[in-house]
């Protein structure tokens, strides 16, 4: 595997059920992010972990809860989720945070609530 | 208003048209200026980066920054049918610290070009 996976790449769930996202880096670095990008709206960044730590929770619901075990791999746990959470949730990695560094996305899980 | 607004088209142009793809910003701090392309299924790939203001060329494509004018462009020569996709902007203050990862996106420019 090479670059940035997600997995599973599409998911259906009810607002009851719990889920999780998976995201592995194969890239040696040392940040990884999660956005949501919905129809006709612009990528929205949720968390973002550098070095393993959390650094940044752009205000998101507590019902998505952010795990980082280590470096290469970032989850999303997903419960009691919303209708309106329906969206493709990418994942993506970079050196660090602490200079510019290019963000390298995964293909994204495409997630249906219903 | 929008932090970064991006007319989300779609745009639709003849093979070999020049294209031109334009944000506008609020943010005077944004110093950092990206031009992401996304294909249909994929995750959004780097195509164009630039520092402040200035042109940066690649190939058939043209990175402009104004920051007076606070407006970003990106140009597309002798366009081909495989440039079809979806073209983000993406801007970063890099004040410091982890700011160098929190990008702000606008809302993407579906293009098509039809041989």
């Known amino acids: 595997e090479t670059g940035v996976t997600q997995t599973p790449r599409h998911l259906v769930m009810g607002m009851t059920n719990k889920k999780s996202l998976k995201c592995e880096q194969h890239l040696g670095h040392n940040a990884m992010y999660w956005y949501k990008q919905s129809a006709k709206k612009p990528l929205e960044l949720m968390f973002v972990y550098n070095f393993k730590e959390q650094t940044e929770n752009n205000s998101v619901p507590s019902r998505f809860s952010p795990e980082c075990p280590n470096s290469s791999h970032l989850f999303l746990h997903l419960h009691t989720l919303q209708p309106e959470d329906s969206a493709l949730y990418l994942c993506?990695?970079?050196?660090?945070?602490?200079?510019?560094?290019?963000?390298?996305f995964g293909p994204g899980t495409r997630l249906t609530v219903l | 208003q929008k932090e970064v607004e991006q007319d989300p088209g779609p745009l639709s142009v003849p093979e070999g048209a020049i294209v031109s793809l334009n944000c506008t910003y609020s943010n005077s701090a944004f110093q950092y200026f990206m031009w992401y392309r996304q294909y249909s299924r994929k995750g959004p790939e780097l195509l164009m980066y630039t520092y402040s203001s200035g042109n940066k060329e690649d190939g058939r494509f043209t990175a402009q920054v104004d920051k007076s004018s606070k407006y970003i462009s990106l140009f597309i020569r002798d366009s081909q049918p495989s440039d079809s996709a979806t073209y983000l902007c993406?801007?970063?203050?890099?004040?410091?610290?982890?700011?160098?990862?929190?990008?702000?996106f606008g809302q993407g420019t579906i293009l098509t070009v039809h041989p």
């Open positions: 993506a990695s970079s050196q660090d945070q602490t200079a510019y560094n290019e963000q390298f």
């Open positions: 993406a801007m970063t203050t890099g004040a410091g610290g982890t700011s160098y990862g929190k990008l702000t």
